[in-house]
């Protein structure tokens, strides 16, 4: 009868010695499956190592978990849980079952009654062994997740694990998860999309992109749609903007690194305004860019300068064209703006050349003679000598100069 002076405990069978051995000298894992639970027939029971079974087993469950007792490492614990549905019965005696089905370890322990939900009193038991063993590194510590009827100290361990552990799922563009630092290398590079960046490779990048002057526009996406004024990369590494001279307002598909495509969809972009006059020392006019030869252009085509020159430099023919500035052979003076060096000049008025007011001394000589040609006092006759010089020169005043093309961005 079972009283204060009762002792508890278990160990492995004879057949599970045997098969421990085995699998410490052959360094072969031995996995333990099923915890078997009896309840002795009412019986006190006393374990006996030559049994091969319980004497009376009332159910037989999936071991839910194994593991090592931190507290002592010869010391493996083998848990159970029982659910509110299953019960009915006393538990007097233990044994553990491997997956062989060999009834490798027997245990008694204190009568415990398992209810069931239908008595009125249902409720989780767990029921746990432990098992001192002579070596308990090639017990397989693996369970089968399907049958585990998790307790909170186990959730709460499996979390704790977890956390630390890094077996978590990576991050996608729809999903939270883990993702590793990129390097510096796999930053400048930008091939992978597993990879999270930091501010020093962030950096990296620009600065990268700012000394290569690719930082900015994005390369040309022929299955992108592009509005009017929009800037992107070509193939060839330089900067396009939709033209647009058709006025469609949109495009996609074309490509404006061919040159077919330019400059009525796709113009070179350098970032110069519209209407700029740029000093050009090529008889190879740039691509956007157009002579300022005076000759009249289309308004639609050119309607980016037209909306800056208006009609300023002549109305063309006062429909569809307007005039274009004329700088050959020309100089260009600042705008007075009130200075007073040049005033009463509008912008873009054109000068004639001229030379500024002046005079010159002239000696001339005061003789009287007399009828001999010898000179003579009181005489009436007085005779003025005029010089000049030869002439010398050009055909215009100027300075210095070297001759370069004016050219106005379009």
Same mark, same amino acid.
């Given at each position: ?170 991050? #996608? %563009? ?14 400048? @590079? +930008?091939?992978?999309? =597993? !990879? ?79 209407? #700029? %006059? ?14 300022? @030869? +005076?000759?009249?252009? =289309? !308004? ?111």
């Amino acid at each position: 009868m079972i009283d204060e002076n009762s002792t508890f405990g278990g160990f492995l069978t004879t057949i599970g010695e045997a098969k421990q051995a085995n699998a410490n000298a052959l360094k072969r894992p031995w996995k333990l499956t099923h915890l078997l639970l009896g309840d002795a027939n009412g019986n006190d029971p006393v374990p006996d190592p030559d049994q091969t079974e319980l004497e009376n087993q009332v159910h037989r469950a999936a071991i839910n978990q194994l593991s090592i007792d931190p507290d002592n490492p010869a010391i493996l614990v083998v848990e159970v849980v029982l659910p509110p549905n299953i019960g009915g019965w006393w538990i007097r005696e233990l044994g553990i079952e491997d997956e062989d089905g060999d009834f490798v370890a027997v245990a008694n322990c204190p009568p415990s009654y398992k209810p069931l939900l239908a008595q009125g009193s249902g409720r989780n038991q767990v029921v746990r062994m432990h098992l001192i063993l002579s070596n308990t590194a090639n017990v397989e510590l693996k369970v089968d997740p399907s049958v585990v009827l998790a307790t909170r100290e186990y959730v709460d361990k499996e979390i704790e694990a977890h956390i630390a552990s890094r077996n978590h799922p990576d991050a #996608t %563009t729809t999903a939270k998860g883990f993702v590793q630092f990129a390097t510096k290398q796999e930053h400048l @590079d +930008g091939q992978r999309d =597993d !990879r999270a960046a930091k501010p020093s490779g962030v950096k990296a990048m620009i600065d990268k992109a700012v000394l290569a002057g690719a930082y900015q526009f994005a390369a040309y996406d022929p299955d992108r749609t592009y509005t009017t004024g929009e800037v992107c990369r070509g193939s060839d590494g330089q900067f396009y903007e939709f033209y647009d001279r058709d006025l469609t307002g949109e495009v996609q598909g074309v490509d404006p690194a061919v040159s077919d495509n330019r400059p009525h969809v796709w113009m070179i972009w350098d970032g110069v305004k519209p209407g #700029t %006059t740029i000093v050009w020392r090529s008889e190879t006019i740039p691509e956007g860019y157009g002579v300022n @030869d +005076g000759a009249d252009r =289309d !308004r639609s085509d050119y309607r980016r300068v037209f909306a800056v020159f208006g009609t300023k430099y002549g109305e063309g023919d006062g429909e569809k064209t307007f005039g274009w500035p004329d700088d050959r052979g020309e100089f260009f003076r600042g705008l007075d703006l009130d200075r007073g060096v040049d005033p009463g000049r509008e912008l873009s008025e054109h000068q004639d050349d001229e030379l500024r007011s002046h005079d010159h001394e002239i000696k001339t000589g005061n003789n009287s003679y007399d009828g001999t040609g010898l000179p003579q006092t009181g005489s009436n006759h007085t005779l003025v000598d005029t010089n000049r010089t030869e002439y010398t020169g050009g055909d215009e005043t100027r300075p210095r100069n070297n001759a370069v093309i004016y050219l106005t961005k379009i």
